[in-house]
Every structure is written in C-alpha cells, then in structure tokens.
C-alpha cells in the first residue's frame, strides 16, 4: 500500500508489485479527492447495501459479492441487539 515492497528481501512477485502499486492509487486518490478511483484503475463503486458488494484487492483486483455474509449478518445483528 505504502510502495515499500524494497524494504523487505522476500521474492516478491510481479503480481505482488502491481498490487502494491493498485492499492497506493486507491489511497492517494481517496486521500487527495475524497475518491478512490483513477485512471488506469478498476471501479470501486460506492458500497451499496442493496448490492452488496466489496472491492476485492489480490491476484484479481474486483468487485466480488462480500465475504462470508452471512456472519457479518448475525454479527450485526447480535451487536444491534445490545
């Protein structure tokens, strides 16, 4: 995220790099303007609860239906109640 990858003497991979580079845009867009998004980088649209989809940042950078929903469902619904 912070284009610090040289730090560290792991054989990073190229895959590796291009999401370091991915993940430093988003953040420095979002920084400057408050938007994640850039050009040359994939659409991280708004979260919509209706829709209810995450932007997935790994091998493949994109919007994916959100993890293990439906934990994070009873997990919100177990702290609502409180």
Request: proline letters at 10%.
């Amino acid at each position: 995220v912070f284009h610090n990858l040289s730090l560290s003497d792991r054989p990073w991979e190229p895959v590796d790099r291009a999401l370091s580079d991915t993940a430093s845009s988003y953040w420095i867009n979002f920084g400057t303007a408050g938007d994640p998004n850039g050009q040359g980088l994939p659409k991280w649209p708004p979260y919509d609860e209706k829709a209810d989809l995450a932007m997935g940042l790994g091998n493949q950078i994109e919007v994916r239906p959100v993890p293990h929903k439906a934990a994070l469902d009873f997990l919100d619904a177990w702290f609502s109640a409180r």
